[in-house]
């Protein structure tokens, strides 16, 4: 990845793209599963989201093979897609790129105010 690439998000917006090509090749649940499944991981991700890519890499990978063996999505995550989402990046409570910018804020603000007492 380049310097350029790198600044212009240009690689996350190529890699996407190619996940979105991958998953429209999937059966409709699949497509579905995988929709709800993307959609319950950016929260996770960083600034960038450049974390969240093998991610995304590994799950596109599972809903290709499980389809391809004929499993149905029930087989593969149960009825618990958000549930399997969370424990992808750690579980419920994981924190969100919010959370870590208010204790970042926070932190900021306590060490400004510290300095004028």
């Known amino acids: 990845m380049s310097f350029l690439e790198k600044i212009t998000g240009s690689d996350l917006t190529r890699d996407i793209k190619s996940f979105e090509v991958r998953a ?3 059966p ?5 599963a995988w929709n709800e499944i993307a959609c319950s991981l950016w929260v996770h991700g960083s600034f960038s989201g450049r974390n969240l890519i093998p991610i995304f890499e590994n799950v596109l990978e599972l809903l290709e093979v499980t389809s391809a063996q004929g499993q149905s999505i029930d087989e593969v995550f149960g009825d618990d897609i958000k ?3 969370a424990a992808i990046v750690g579980g419920e409570g994981a924190k969100t790129y ?12 306590m060490k400004k105010l510290g300095g004028l007492t």
């Open 83 to 85: 549930g399997f989402s």
């Open 98 to 109: 919010r959370d870590k910018w208010r204790e970042q804020l926070n932190k900021s603000v």
């Open 28 to 32: 409709a649940d699949y497509q579905i």
């Open 24 to 26: 429209k090749k999937l």
